[in-house]
């Protein structure tokens, strides 16, 4: 296909562009250029994000929870720890605790999926409804289903998370078809030497119609898109940690679980430097959705309920040997690397520019929590909760804020705040002391 030469901003339709050459499309972020043009019509102003972290197994002391936070100190002045907030759960804890995280319930669909359809509904979703994400990791526990523990997600059915972020990537930059046979993807891969070869003439001709300012942006965006699949193919050459499991060529879905349990040992366990390369490249893909604007809603596990994870080269499993044991050290060590991972995801966020001079943080509301408070006691009140980002303003975020009431009251809140109320939630006006 040849690339259809760009010779004025009339050639533009909306305030969301697109590149596009041989079967691949690249969303471009946002361009004061394109925004000058297509202010009035299209409305200039970013668009607005839910992001959820999930961590599993709680902490260990609800006491220490602020000692753990180190890692958010970057965006410290862009978050918030809720106090007082419970959520509901009962036994087997672990499970109905993480079925509840965004449904708040045992039953019905998550909050990301009604905030998801919600945005459709007043025009205001990006192409993709929804990214379900998580680090490796498979564990279930007797007395629910197994599904209860593995997704937070949740439509009639639980949504399973994408484990593998090489996958992920080619699903929102190269067109990834599912359905797609071996065959297929081997010979897709084979044409398809790079996502940026392919429309780098359409990049080309679209710099010259650029300002200074949107040339430097466009070139940033390109070379992050350039630097994330190259971190990736690595991941897949076995240049990486994560191992030769990522290495198949991208095969069809239903190929994954299979491919992952190469990766586990027999207690479905992943190595600390495996946890840790898959972890950083999610945090990429995350990061660049938010940025092309590919989804405005993604929800993000760093292990399954009771997690099963080797916890960071203490060969200890992180739910029976830390969560149930007196090793606190251990337990606020493992806490303390998933809020750095978290710190870094919000840093890399608040790093990226929106046309209007804000960060894509400051356009986000991104919830962190767990399936319990303390894993000793199993509880769900008082539970550990960060809210970070500021939501076009509307949020006043950077020092502890008294909430009290549920998960689901807080829902209610973010989607009021973001245009986009959702049924079946909570209360929203119960919320106070977020807005300015």
Known sequence: MKAVRIRSRCHWLSRRAFL????????????????????????ATPPLRFLSWYFPCGVSRIATWPKLLGGLEPVKAKYSMLLGLANVGSSPDHARGTRAFLTGALQGFSFDQRLGDALAA???????????????????????????MTSVTWRENALPKQMRPDLAFNALFSGFDPGASEMAAKERAALRSSVLDLVLEDAQNLSQILSANDKHRLDEYMTSIRDAEADIAALGSGAGTVGTACGQPIPGLSEQANAFKSMVDNKGRVSSAQLNVAMDAHIEVMALAFKCDLTRVISFMTGSGGSAQQSLGTNQDYHLDIGHGDKVADFDKVVTWEMEKF????????????????SILDNVAAFSSSEICEGQRHNHDNMPVVLAGGLGGKLRLGAPVQVGNKFVDLFAFIAEQMGAPVTGFGNASLIKGLTG
């Open 122 to 148: 007043k025009g205001g979703n990006a192409p993709i409804h929804s990214l379900q994400l998580g680090a490796p990791d498979d564990r279930c526990e007797a007395g629910a289903p197994c599904d209860f």
């Open 343 to 358: 710190g870094k995801l919000l840093a890399r966020l608040d790093a990226e520019k929106e046309s209007d001079g804000s």
């Open 20 to 43: 596009g050459g041989a079967s691949a499309l690249i969303a471009l972020p946002s361009l004061e250029t394109l925004n000058a043009k297509f202010a009035v019509a299209a409305g």
